[in-house]
Nanobody, 118 residues
Framework: VQLQASGGGLVQAGGSLRLSCAAS????????MGWYRQAPGKKRELVAD???????TYADSVKGRFTISRENDKNTVYLQMNSLKPEDTAVYYC?????????????WGQGTLVTVSS
């Protein structure tokens, strides 16, 4: 299974970006798909998560600004980021979890850099 993330870049504060992450190599739809981020010198943290049936979870710091969505038939997850702040600067990683009988498999994308200038 491979996750390919895209959409990062440089944006001014207040701007928007949309991240995409496409999973390949699995015939199953992932249970959870999500986005994490890691800023320099900080631990990786959850940004947003979405279950197969559309239930979402957001970090408090992004609620009301970011929206996660997914297309199950394409095994693709998106993160729409609006009203970006300099503190959103980080490498963003997509994540996918597949739960099968007797196994929980976790996959990570390669990361995409988001830089928000003030």
């Amino acid at each position: 299974v491979q996750l390919q993330a895209s959409g990062g870049g440089l944006v001014q504060a207040g701007g928007s970006l949309r991240l995409s992450c496409a999973a390949s190599g699995s015939i199953f739809s992932f249970n959870d798909m999500g986005w994490y981020r890691q800023a320099p010198g900080k631990k990786r943290e959850l940004v947003a998560d979405i279950t197969r049936d559309g239930r979402t979870t957001y970090a408090d710091s992004v609620k009301g600004r970011f929206t996660i969505s997914r297309e199950n038939d394409k095994n693709t997850v998106y993160l729409q980021m609006n009203s970006l702040k300099p503190e959103d600067t980080a490498v963003y990683y997509c994540n996918a979890v597949l739960v099968r009988v007797g196994a929980r498999e976790v996959y990570w994308g390669q990361g995409t850099l988001v830089t928000v200038s003030s």
